[in-house]
């Protein structure tokens, strides 16, 4: 169920009209739905409710602490990759021994703050990691909980930037090493091996990659136990896409069925670290239109949302679906929607069919993961407000930067 639906023209994020939000609190502006992100993340923890399990949301998906809270309170866990991701979970109410810390580059002070605070366990991506962590942990007097981050060397078929499993890829450890360093993290004293975690990459569509992912990452499982290694758990790490246009996704019980079925009797907690699935379809980006104008042959709607906001189609040229907040209906012309940012990669959207004049909204659809997260200033462009609905109610959830804050922090030589 869609909870960003048209009522005659008008666009609802909820019971809330968008249009009227755009005006009462400017453009651009990312509205997100609570209801959304509830239904998602229990499409996943009903998905395995038969199974022991943790659902750890990627907070780089969309960080903001009032997503965060909404998660928690279901019960959610984490999937962090930096100091500050986990400085967030905690301000927003999430259980820290439900964390799961994943990144190739994990500082001292990153280890330290995590092994201070009490996480669930560490995704370790290298041999050099896990010394680095073995002696933070002894020096700390802690006994630090880890995974091996293993590359399953498999093709996710997904866009390059965004594919993480192959060994040409900088992530995790490579499977003929994986035993060995198993064995060595055996003999740390302060290292507790607790489990093994993939993550192939991200806007998968096919089950196919998962599933070879698993049988190599049961195959080592196995070899492990023979050498004495007991894994306790296993995190398919997240990846799960999303419909951006007409991509069909396999839902997240498809999804765990299939990787249930291949789990056979085995007794592993799995773990899942879906950010996109649960973030994406839950939040729109809303920017109004300040020009329409032509050139030779072309047709540009210049709104004021851009690159520095909503990244992914200059990033990634992805696509995702622009719709007005309302729909004039009639005669539609072909547009490039662009922003006001002094780059020619400045596009949310190209060759869209448009029936829109100046001062009119339009919702970028898709826009709840990896939005927000991956803005910028660029421009020296304050960056957007965040507003989370809730029914017919609509809270603001981050204030529109003022321009102040864009030079906070800096100071003028004596
Ligand atoms: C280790 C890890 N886990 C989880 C995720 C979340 O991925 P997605 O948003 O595709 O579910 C990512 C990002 O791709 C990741 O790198
Ligand atoms: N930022 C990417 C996803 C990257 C996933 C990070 N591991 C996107 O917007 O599609």
């Given amino acids: ?100 810390f994943s990144g190739v580059g994990k500082t001292v002070a990153e280890m330290e703050l995590a092994l201070e605070i009490g996480i669930y366990c560490f995704n370790v991506e290298s041999a050099a990691e896990l010394e680095q962590l073995s002696v933070v942990a002894q020096r700390m007097n802690k006994v630090a909980p880890v995974s091996l981050r293993i590359n399953p060397d498999v093709d996710a078929g997904t866009h390059p930037y965004i594919s993480t499993g192959l060994k040409e890829n900088k992530f995790g450890i490579a499977m003929e090493e994986a035993e060995a360093i198993f064995l060595r993290a055996k003999e740390l004293p302060c290292i507790e091996i607790k489990g093994v975690d993939c993550h192939i990459g991200s806007q998968l569509t096919e089950i196919k990659p998962f599933l070879d992912a698993m049988d190599r990452m049961l195959a080592l499982i196995d070899r492990l136990a023979e050498l004495g290694i007991e894994i306790k758990h296993f995190d398919v790490g997240g990846g799960l896409g999303v419909t951006y246009d007409d991509e069909l996704p396999p839902q997240p019980d498809v999804y765990a069925a299939a990787l249930l079925e291949r789990l056979g009797g085995r007794d592993l907690k799995l773990i899942f670290e879906p950010g996109r699935a649960i973030a994406a379809n839950a939040g729109i980006f809303v920017t109004q ?44 012309l072909n547009y490039d929607v662009v922003g006001p940012v002094c780059e020619t990669g400045d596009f949310l959207g190209k060759d869209r069919q448009l029936n829109i004049a100046a001062g009119d909204y339009l919702a970028i659809r898709s826009s709840g993961a990896y939005g927000f997260t991956m803005a910028s200033n660029y421009n020296s462009r304050p960056r957007a407000a965040e507003l989370m609905v809730d029914g017919d109610n609509a809270y603001v959830i981050r204030e529109r930067e003022k321009l102040a804050q864009l030079w906070q922090g800096e100071q003028l030589l004596p």
């Fill in 289 to 332: 239109v300040l020009y329409l104008k032509e050139n030779s042959d072309k047709r540009f709607a210049l709104v004021d949302g851009a690159m520095n906001d909503l990244i992914r189609p200059s990033l990634y040229s992805a696509w995702q679906k622009i719709i007005p907040a309302i729909d004039r209906g009639g005669e539609t």
């Fill in 1 to 100: 169920m869609d909870h960003f639906i048209y009522q005659a023209e008008e666009l609802y994020a909820e019971q809330c009209q968008v249009a009227e939000l755009a005006k009462q609190h400017g453009t651009p502006l990312y509205i997100y739905s609570r209801a959304t992100l509830e239904r998602h993340w229990y499409a996943f923890d009903n998905a395995v409710a038969n199974h022991p399990h943790l659902i750890c949301y990627a907070v780089k998906a969309n960080s903001n602490i009032a997503v965060l809270n909404v998660l928690a309170r279901l019960g959610s866990g984490f999937d962090i990759v930096s100091g500050g991701e986990l400085a967030r979970v905690i301000e927003a109410g999430g259980d820290p021994a439900k964390v799961v």
